[in-house]
Nanobody, 123 residues
Framework: VQLVESGGGLVQAGASLRLSCVAS????????IGWFRQAPGKEREFVAA????????DYADSVKGRFTISRDNAKNTVYLQMNGLKPEDTAVYYC????WGSGSSDPSPYNYWGQGTQVTVTS
């Protein structure tokens, strides 16, 4: 199983970015995909998750109303649309797959991780 993120970059506050996570190597019909982020000196934190088999999406309070997670089943791809970016959103963003489909906000159940993509937001 391989997860590859893309779409990060350097933007000003208020701008938008769309991150992509392409999954290969197996079907994700019974999985959940989560986005996490880690800023320098901080622990990895949950951003959003989407379950593959049911239409359920969960968000961290800090991104609700600004970020949207979505999926394209045909492309085995999950997106994270990030609008109204703030400097505190600066981090390396990782997508992860949870084979059990829990869609947890805890990183522990996620058994596959991408390499991460850097998002930097300047004020």
């Amino acid at each position: 199983v391989q997860l590859v993120e893309s779409g990060g970059g350097l933007v000003q506050a208020g701008a938008s970015l769309r991150l992509s996570c392409v999954a290969s190597g197996r079907s994700f019909s019974y999985s959940a995909i989560g986005w996490f982020r880690q800023a320098p000196g901080k622990e990895r934190e949950f951003v959003a998750a989407i379950r593959w088999s049911v239409d359920r999406r969960d968000y961290a309070d800090s991104v609700k109303g600004r970020f949207t997670i979505s999926r394209d089943n045909a492309k085995n791809t999950v997106y994270l649309q990030m609008n109204g970016l703030k400097p505190e959103d600066t981090a390396v963003y990782y997508c992860a797959a949870d084979s059990w489909g829990s869609g947890s906000s805890d990183p522990s159940p996620y058994n596959y991780w991408g390499q991460g993509t850097q998002v930097t937001v300047t004020s």
